[in-house]
């Protein structure tokens, strides 16, 4: 098998106090127990709210590959990209390429320096149109509002997405993957996601 269709990379995306880093301890863990060898690299905004936070995940797909496997990847060679919120992606660009899958929440939050000015920041449709642009394939949902709506707390956010970026990773990690990392009322939100990427 070639060496490009083994090693898998993944990006998880988002802002301080999003869970981000918990979407990542969870993926990490299945992807250890899964296939074993995994690398990757984390980035935390001061690990403030609103803060960006983000985590490289690379892992190969075959349990007994013992090749090299970097922290970092060639730019336009990112497989998945997983962001709760919608410009998060934009500070990985150049990872971006034809047939990223990018699963991302609608929710914007303009950077700080734009916020305290009352200036212009990019729109939802900006933002698809630039990533279709890129070669990239997006599914955009309202995550929050869907976890307030199925869960009663927006804050299962992260997993509800995690759920739905599942459904479009050719089933290289599902669902029951996550069984001995959650407790029943996780998985359920995750198996919503999950069923929320089919209608897809």
């Known amino acids: 098998m070639a060496l490009i269709k083994m090693i898998k990379n993944l990006?998880?995306?988002?802002?301080?106090?999003?869970?981000?880093?918990?979407?990542?301890?969870?993926?990490?863990?299945?992807?250890?127990?899964?296939f074993s060898r995994f690398s990757g690299f984390e980035e935390r905004g001061g690990a403030q709210r609103y803060g960006p936070v983000a985590s490289a995940i690379r892992f190969s797909?075959?349990?007994?590959?013992?090749?090299?496997?970097?922290l970092d990847f060639k730019d336009g060679g990112c497989d998945w990209v997983l962001s709760l919120e919608a410009s998060e992606p934009l500070r990985y660009d150049r990872k971006l390429g034809r047939g990223?899958?990018?699963?991302t929440d609608s929710y914007i939050v303009p950077p700080t320096?734009?916020?305290?000015?009352?200036?212009d920041y990019f729109?939802?449709?900006?933002l698809s149109k630039h990533y279709k642009d890129r070669g990239c394939e997006l599914?955009?949902?309202p995550f929050r509002d869907l976890a307030k709506e199925h869960t009663n707390n927006p804050l299962n956010a992260n997993l509800l997405a995690l759920g739905f970026l599942l459904r479009h990773m050719d089933s290289?990690?599902?669902v029951n993957d996550f069984s001995d990392f959650l407790d029943d009322r996780q998985l359920?939100?995750?198996?919503?996601?999950?069923?929320?990427?089919?209608?897809a």
């Open 100 to 103: 990223t899958i990018i699963v």
């Open 172 to 174: 290289l990690v599902e």
């Open 113 to 119: 320096n734009v916020r305290r000015e009352d200036g």
């Open 61 to 70: 797909t075959e349990p007994d590959y013992v090749g090299p496997l970097a």
């Open 188 to 199: 359920k939100v995750l198996r919503s996601g999950f069923d929320l990427g089919k209608k």
């Open 139 to 141: 599914f955009v949902r």
């Open 123 to 126: 729109s939802l449709d900006q």
């Open 11 to 34: 990006i998880i995306l988002g802002m301080g106090g999003q869970g981000v880093k918990l979407v990542s301890t969870l993926f990490r863990r299945v992807i250890g127990s899964k």
